[in-house]
C-alpha cells in the first residue's frame, strides 16, 4: 500500500489535509469522538483507488480530492452505524465508537459525517458525482437491511450472499473508482470500465474478508468467526453446506446457530474449531478463492481500455493486494 501511495504521494497528502479538515467541528464532545476515528483509520484503500481512477484518466483535480473526501466519510459514517447494528465491540482492533461511547453517540456522530458528506458534494457541484454518491448511499443500506431480512433464517444461498456483498462492500469501491474518472473529466467508455473493475475488485476484498473470518491468523483487526457469532453465513460455509452430506451439514448449521444464540450448553473453542475444519475439509476457502481469481480475471479484462502505465500497474496490483493480503 505503500508503494501504491508513492504513485501518487503528492495528490494522497492533498486528501490526507482535506480529510482531517473535513472532521473538525466546534464542538469539544464530538471533536474527541472524531479524533478517535481519524487515528484509527484503516488502509485508505478507497481515497486511493479514487485517486488512481482519477489519474488513469485525465490526472487528479481539486473534484476528485473532495470527492474521495465524500466517499471516505461516507464509508465512515457506515462503519460507525453498521458496528452499531452489528452490535460489534471492536473496529480495527480497538473498541467500536459504541462500545467506547455509546449507541447514541455512534448514531449522532455518524449522522454528523453524513451531514460532512453532503455538504462536501454541494461544494462539488457536479450532478454525475452526486448521483453516483447518493446511488451508493443507498446501496450500503438496502445491502444491510437485505441481509437483516435474509439473516432471520442465517442460511443464504450463494446468489443472495453475493448480492449482499456487492451491496454492502463492491458498490462502494465502484463508486470510487467511476467517481475518480469522473472528476478528472474521463470518457464514458473510461468511466464505465472503472466502475466495473471496482466492483470486480470490491468482490474480491469481501470474499478475501471471508476467508479470514475462517483463519488462525491473529491480528486481523477484527476476531475470527465473528461472522458465524452474529448469526451470518459467508460463502466459505455456504459451499461447504453444499457439498457435505445432508446429516453434516444439519450437525454443523445446528453447531452454528448454538454459537449464534450464545448456548451455555457447547464449548465454544470447540465449536469454533470444529466449524473451521468442516471449511477446510470441504474447501470452502478454496472456492473463495477460485472466485476472486474469476473476479481478478474480468477486472483486468476492462482495464484493456487503458495503456499500459504506471497508473494501470498499480490498479493491476491493488488486485493483487486485494486476494494476497495477510490482513
Known amino acids: 500500500m505503500k508503494e501504491l501511495r508513492q504513485s501518487i504521494q503528492s495528490e494522497f497528502v492533498q486528501f490526507?489535509?482535506?480529510?482531517?479538515?473535513?472532521?473538525?467541528?466546534?464542538?469539544?464532545?464530538?471533536?474527541?469522538?472524531?479524533?478517535?476515528?481519524?487515528?484509527?483509520?484503516?488502509?485508505?484503500?478507497?481515497p486511493i483507488l479514487v485517486l488512481l481512477s482519477a489519474a488513469i484518466c485525465k490526472g487528479v483535480t481539486d473534484k476528485t480530492i473532495q470527492s474521495a473526501v465524500a466517499l471516505e466519510l461516507l464509508h465512515t459514517a457506515s462503519l460507525v452505524h453498521d458496528d452499531v447494528v452489528d452490535n460489534s465491540p471492536m473496529r480495527r482492533g480497538t473498541k467500536s465508537i459504541h462500545?467506547?461511547?455509546?449507541?447514541?453517540?455512534?448514531?449522532?456522530?455518524?449522522?454528523?459525517i453524513l451531514a460532512k458528506v453532503i455538504g462536501l458534494l454541494s461544494d462539488i457541484r457536479n450532478t454525475s458525482i452526486l448521483n453516483i454518491v447518493s446511488q451508493v448511499g443507498a446501496a450500503l443500506s438496502s445491502g444491510e437491511?437485505?441481509?437483516?431480512?435474509?439473516?432471520?433464517?442465517?442460511?443464504?444461498?450463494?446468489?443472495?450472499?453475493?448480492?449482499?456483498?456487492?451491496?454492502?462492500?463492491?458498490?462502494?469501491?465502484?463508486?470510487?473508482?467511476?467517481?475518480?474518472?469522473?472528476?478528472?473529466g474521463a470518457t464514458a467508455r473510461q468511466a464505465h470500465a472503472l466502475k466495473q473493475y471496482g466492483m470486480y475488485l470490491g468482490m474480491c476484498f469481501q470474499?478475501?474478508?471471508?476467508?479470514?473470518?475462517?483463519?488462525?491468523?491473529?491480528?486481523?483487526?477484527?476476531?475470527?468467526?465473528?461472522?458465524?457469532?452474529d448469526g451470518k453465513a459467508t460463502l466459505p460455509i455456504i459451499?461447504?453446506?453444499?457439498?457435505?452430506?445432508?446429516?453434516?451439514?444439519?450437525?454443523?448449521?445446528?453447531?452454528?446457530?448454538?454459537?449464534?444464540?450464545?448456548?451455555?450448553?457447547?464449548?465454544?473453542?470447540?465449536?469454533?474449531?470444529?466449524?473451521?475444519?468442516?471449511?477446510?475439509?470441504?474447501?470452502?476457502?478454496?472456492?473463495?478463492?477460485?472466485?476472486?481469481?474469476?473476479?481478478?480475471?474480468?477486472?483486468?479484462?476492462?482495464?484493456?481500455?487503458?495503456?499500459?502505465?504506471?497508473?494501470?500497474?498499480?490498479?493491476l496490483s491493488l488486485l493483487n493486494y486485494a486476494i494476497n493480503r495477510m490482513h
Request: proline share 2%; hydrophobic share 35%; glycine share 4%.
Open 99 to 112: 462500545e467506547q461511547w455509546s449507541n447514541k453517540v455512534a448514531v449522532l456522530t455518524g449522522d454528523f
Open 239 to 315: 459451499k461447504s453446506l453444499q457439498r457435505a452430506t445432508k446429516e453434516e451439514a444439519n450437525q454443523i448449521k445446528e453447531l452454528a446457530e448454538a454459537l449464534t444464540n450464545k448456548s451455555p450448553h457447547i464449548d465454544v473453542f470447540e465449536a469454533e474449531q470444529e466449524i473451521r475444519s468442516f471449511v477446510l475439509r470441504y474447501d470452502g476457502t478454496r472456492y473463495a478463492h477460485q472466485l476472486m481469481e474469476k473476479y481478478r480475471k474480468k477486472a483486468t479484462d476492462v482495464l484493456r481500455v487503458f495503456p499500459d502505465n504506471k497508473y494501470k500497474e498499480c490498479l
Open 145 to 184: 437491511l437485505i441481509q437483516l431480512h435474509d439473516g432471520e433464517s442465517m442460511w443464504i444461498s450463494e446468489e443472495q450472499y453475493l448480492q449482499v456483498i456487492q451491496h454492502k462492500t463492491a458498490c462502494l469501491f465502484a463508486a470510487c473508482s467511476e467517481v475518480g474518472a469522473v472528476s478528472s
Open 16 to 46: 490526507e489535509q482535506a480529510f482531517a479538515a473535513s472532521l473538525k467541528t466546534d464542538y469539544a464532545v464530538l471533536n474527541h469522538v472524531l479524533d478517535y476515528i481519524h487515528t484509527r483509520r484503516g488502509k485508505q484503500l478507497r
Open 207 to 229: 470474499l478475501k474478508d471471508d476467508v479470514f473470518d475462517f483463519s488462525d491468523i491473529e491480528d486481523l483487526g477484527k476476531p475470527t468467526m465473528n461472522d458465524i457469532r
